[in-house]
């Protein structure tokens, strides 16, 4: 069973930044992709990056490009997501996900945490 834990989240000023924290447990991560997304008031769950847990390949939305970095500690099982020049759009509850790579779907996610950036 796929446990994921999601801290580091809070309010900010725009031009902030802010890390966000992914503890993973339960399995053996190396076959697994590890992905962040997030979900505004009314609005759909969207995906923000990706990452590979073996080799460590991203992927991220156009919207974030160049101001957020997603990266995974192997050693503490633990994935982040670094966020700077922070925008009031960036406002959103951000879950941790996971799916083997031979999936498509994310089939395990955290409980989310909130980010909220002012203006």
């Known amino acids: 069973q796929v446990q994921l834990v999601e801290s580091g989240g809070g309010l900010v000023q725009a031009g902030g930044s802010l890390r966000l924290s992914c503890a993973a447990s339960g399995r053996t991560f190396s076959s697994y992709a590890m992905g962040w997304f997030r979900q505004a008031p009314g609005k759909e769950r969207d995906i923000v990056a990706t990452?590979?847990?073996?080799?460590?390949?991203?992927y991220y939305a156009d919207s974030v490009k160049g101001r957020f970095t997603i990266s995974r500690d192997t050693a503490k099982n633990t994935v982040y997501l670094q966020m700077n020049s922070l925008k009031p759009e960036d406002s959103a509850v951000y879950y941790c996900?996971?799916?083997?790579?031979?999936?498509?779907?994310?089939?395990?996610w955290g409980q989310g945490t909130q980010v909220t950036v002012s203006s």
């Open positions: 996900a996971a799916r083997l790579e031979a999936t498509m779907a994310f089939g395990s």
């Open positions: 990452i590979y847990w073996s080799g460590g390949s991203t």
